[in-house]
């Protein structure tokens, strides 16, 4: 049996990444409107933390749920949204690099959803939290992401 | 960087408000030291004399689920009746209690337990009688030593035969403390 992180209590989870979250919608977002989005942040990773099945990968979780939150920030004030999460990493190449050239022409949710999926191996609720859609919608932006990339590689 | 401390508080009352928390804590300042406290939906479920949250917060998220958060303004209704009781301007507590997981004669002792009360004592032997065991004295030191909610579930108030007070899970000082407080003890 392989042993997988057990998710810790929510209090652990938000004392560990709220300092870097609020770090990401700044620079997203600026100072002031950073602060609403750090709550819309923390507020969707709660409605969201009861579907988890483990506590893997937590981080590229959270931030990739503030990114979505920036994105949304954006596009209410109508202005131009980079679609790929910015997801700072702690050593190394960020898994999603290997992805960036093949994906960064797919549409923006499917690419998400691939990336999210095969660059940081998170599970479909853990996707569907993070682009606050379905599991279902989360599943299908990913095989209809993979679909479309086999499509043009062949 | 490090989250302004409004910011921090304001999301911390949001995620009290939003109903999504299975457990809301706080930590209590009383005079027989801090107390972490926690409440559910279903009422109080713990006051710990070790304040120190990650030794309760494995527990709490094993009885309540992981969604756990402290939030100070979830504790209000609690904080406000502990420093009346502890002010001798309440001698009885209007709190909810959250016993989940707890049934048979431990769920009898402590309705017992909460009908004893304030300024009087009753030993072992006579709460055990009382939840319907006269035998089950030392079973009814168990269930006062795994006491979830002691203060408001009053085990400071069962004392030894002879009126000895025996133990508590938070130490004999802060038993005699609360009884003498209650005027139980001179």
Not at chain 1, 6 to 34: C, K, M, N, Q, W
Not at chain 1, 125 to 144: F, H, Y
Request: charged share 30%; with cysteine.
């Amino acid at each position: 049996m392989v042993a997988v992180a057990p998710i810790p209590p929510f209090e652990t989870f938000y004392a560990e990444h709220a300092p870097e979250v609020l770090g990401l919608l700044r620079r997203r977002l600026g100072s002031d409107r950073a602060e609403d989005a750090f709550q819309e942040t923390f507020l969707r990773a709660l409605r969201a933390y009861g579907r988890l099945r483990h506590g893997e990968r937590l981080r590229a979780w959270v931030l990739t749920i503030a990114a979505r939150v920036a994105i949304d920030a954006h596009r209410r004030a109508g202005e131009p949204t980079e679609e790929l999460p910015e997801i700072p990493h702690l050593d190394g190449r960020p898994p999603y690099e290997e992805l960036a050239f093949l994906t960064d022409t797919l549409p923006p949710k499917e690419r998400a959803a691939v990336v999210l999926r095969y660059g940081y191996d998170l599970d479909y609720d853990q996707i569907a939290a993070a682009l606050d859609s379905s599991q279902d919608a989360a599943r299908q932006a990913a095989s209809a992401g993979v679909r479309r990339l086999r499509r043009r590689v062949t | 960087m490090t989250v302004p401390a409004d910011l921090d508080s304001r999301f911390r009352d949001a995620a009290a408000r939003s109903g999504l928390l299975d457990a809301s804590y706080d930590v209590i300042e009383s005079e027989v030291g801090p107390l972490l406290a926690a409440v559910t939906d279903r009422g109080l479920a713990r006051i710990s004399f070790d304040p120190e949250p990650e030794h309760e917060l494995e527990a709490l998220a094993r009885l309540a689920g992981p969604r756990i958060l402290r939030s100070p303004r979830a504790l209000d209704e609690t904080r406000r009746e502990l420093d009346d009781y502890f002010a001798g301007k309440r001698t009885a507590f209007d709190l909810d209690l959250d016993l989940r997981g707890l049934e048979g004669f431990t769920l009898d002792v402590l309705r017992e337990l909460a009908k004893v009360p304030y300024g009087a004592t009753a030993t072992y032997g006579e709460l055990a009688a009382r939840a319907g065991n006269p035998r089950a004295a030392r079973a009814v030191g168990m269930v006062m030593n795994r006491n979830r909610i002691p203060i408001v579930l009053p085990c400071h108030r069962i004392v030894g035969s002879s009126g000895q007070l025996v133990g508590y899970g938070g130490g004999l000082e802060r038993k005699e403390h609360l009884l003498r407080l209650e005027g139980a003890l001179l």
